[in-house]
């Protein structure tokens, strides 16, 4: 059984950090694609990052956010740099592919598996 865990959403004040985690059971993530999500209040789920073979960005984040993984510990991160109240959201991470799996997608209808979200909250 997949099971995808995020953790480390908080309250922070604009221009600061949050690192993001998302540890892996049921499925070795260096075989799968990683993506990373998030949904504000009465928005859409938004692509924000993802790594495979690639790395992407969503052009909201590009510069301040850093998507990595650690194969061995089976988790993957989002270092959230430079923090704005508009970056307040739930934040997922969810993947897909297998084995010969190529370059990641930020599209929401790609992904197999989704973890239960972090609450990210950037004001003052």
């Known amino acids: 059984q997949v099971q995808l865990v995020e953790s480390g959403g908080d309250l922070v004040q604009p221009g600061g950090s949050l690192r993001l985690s998302c540890a892996a059971s049921?499925?070795?993530?260096?075989?799968?694609?990683i993506g990373w999500f998030r949904q504000a209040p009465g928005k859409e789920l938004e692509g924000v990052s993802c790594?495979?073979?690639?790395?992407q960005y969503a052009d909201s984040v590009k510069g301040r956010f850093t998507v990595s993984r650690d194969n061995a510990k089976n988790t993957a991160y989002l270092q959230m740099n430079s923090l704005k109240p508009e970056d307040t959201a739930v934040y997922y991470c969810?993947?897909?592919?297998?084995?010969?799996?190529?370059?990641?997608?930020?599209?929401?209808?790609?992904?197999?598996?989704w973890g239960q979200g972090t609450h990210v909250t950037v004001s003052l």
């Open positions: 969810a993947v897909f592919g297998g084995i010969f799996v190529g370059s990641c997608s930020r599209q929401v209808k790609d992904y197999d598996y």
């Open positions: 790594i495979s073979r690639d790395i």
């Open positions: 049921g499925v070795a993530l260096d075989y799968y694609a």
